[in-house]
């Protein structure tokens, strides 16, 4: 069955620390993969996203992920953590077939920055 | 360009109640998927809209339907409401898989 996983419900970070956001997923065949960020009360915004080829993304914001098929991994980084940048954060991954297809999302990581 | 737009913003409903929510997609968007998304929850796909069919649906029960009009905007009905109802309601348009847009969401209480 095709899921995410993400393992931290929530992290706490200083502001100007670096940042690692976790992520699995099980996905029978070459996955979609995305990174969405959710402010309160708001809806999501799609930070990145990997269909194929270099397996580092750049994403907006200042963050990046890199897909690791051995690990079934699309971990999310930022070098140095803004105090904006504290927000709900969503892996998903595409099920997709031909024009048509969902997201299949993971229960989320809170992020919390320390001043 | 609005992107996508969702009315209203918040709706407070009584158990047994229906409910209709709005969303406009984002300008040359043809496809409206629906999302439901719980308290600390992650988003679960309801439905997809493509050409007024709907294409794919998630694992929802059939009081939750929705509809696609010829301007591609959309709509999505709950009947006999429950309490565990309750969620944000998240609109995605798209003109290809992959390239979801998403609506602010619509806020529904059950009480």
């Known amino acids: 069955a095709q899921s995410v996983t993400q393992p931290d419900i929530h992290i706490t970070v200083s502001e100007g620390a670096s940042l690692e956001l976790r992520c699995n997923y099980s996905?029978?065949?070459?996955?979609?993969l995305f990174w969405y960020v959710q402010s309160p009360g708001q809806g999501l915004q799609l930070l990145l996203k990997y269909f194929s080829g270099d397996t580092l993304v750049q994403g907006i914001k200042g963050f990046e992920a890199e897909f690791k098929r051995s690990q079934s991994s699309f971990n999310l980084r930022k070098p140095s953590v803004h105090w904006s940048d504290a927000a709900e954060y969503f892996c998903?991954?595409?099920?997709?077939?031909?024009?048509?297809?969902?997201?299949?999302f993971g229960q989320g990581t809170t992020l919390q920055v320390k001043p | 360009d609005a992107g996508v737009t969702q009315s209203p913003t918040h709706l407070i409903k009584t158990r047994g109640q229906q409910v209709t929510l709005r969303c406009s997609p984002k300008s040359g968007h043809d496809t409206v998927s629906w999302y439901q998304q719980a308290l600390g929850q992650g988003p679960q796909f309801i439905f997809q809209?493509?050409?007024?069919?709907?294409?794919q649906r998630g694992n929802f029960p059939d009081r939750f339907s929705g509809h696609q009009f010829p301007n591609y905007s959309s709509e999505l009905n709950v009947n006999a409401l429950l309490l565990g109802d309750s969620a944000l309601y998240l609109c995605?348009?798209?003109?290809?898989?992959?390239?979801?847009?998403f609506g602010q969401g619509t806020r529904l209480t059950v009480v």
């Open positions: 995605a348009s798209s003109l290809a898989p992959g390239e979801a847009f």
């Open positions: 996905y029978g065949a070459t996955p979609y």
């Open positions: 809209y493509y050409e007024e069919e709907e294409r």
């Open positions: 998903a991954v595409g099920a997709f077939s031909g024009n048509t297809g969902k997201l299949i």
